[in-house]
């Protein structure tokens, strides 16, 4: 069964840091590209990252670029999101899942985690 398990969120000052973490099970992440998505209260859900470990490359839309950054763990089969200079807008449910999203296309098989829950206070 694949699973993905977020965490690392919580409460962080405007500037802080976080590292969030996705623990894949069921599969290696290897197999898919993994992905970070967030939705903000009342906003859509957007693409945050993503990368492709058997091919060694990352994206970022032009937005998160600079503050963002995804890299992976294949002894633990965790992708890790490290977000520094974080701003209050930064302030969402955060989710990692099999797919990516490039500009408006998302792409790959549709599992998801659960989400953590990342706030910014200014």
């Known amino acids: 069964e694949v699973q993905l398990v977020e965490s690392g969120g919580g409460l962080v000052q405007a500037g802080g840091s976080l590292r969030l973490s996705c623990a894949a099970s069921g599969f290696s992440i290897d197999d898919y590209s993994i992905g970070w998505f967030r939705q903000a209260p009342g906003k859509r859900r957007e693409g945050v990252s993503c990368?492709?470990?058997?091919?060694?490359?990352?994206y970022y839309p032009d937005s998160m670029k600079g503050r963002f950054t995804i890299s992976s763990d294949n002894a633990k089969n965790t992708v890790y999101l490290q977000m520094n200079s974080l701003k209050p807008e930064d302030t969402a449910v955060y989710y990692c899942?099999?797919?990516?999203?490039?500009?408006?296309?998302?792409?790959?098989?549709?599992?998801w985690g659960q989400g953590t829950l990342v706030t910014v206070s200014s």
């Open positions: 899942a099999t797919r990516c999203q490039f500009g408006t296309v998302v792409v790959g098989p549709d599992y």
């Open positions: 990368i492709n470990n058997r091919e060694g490359t990352t």
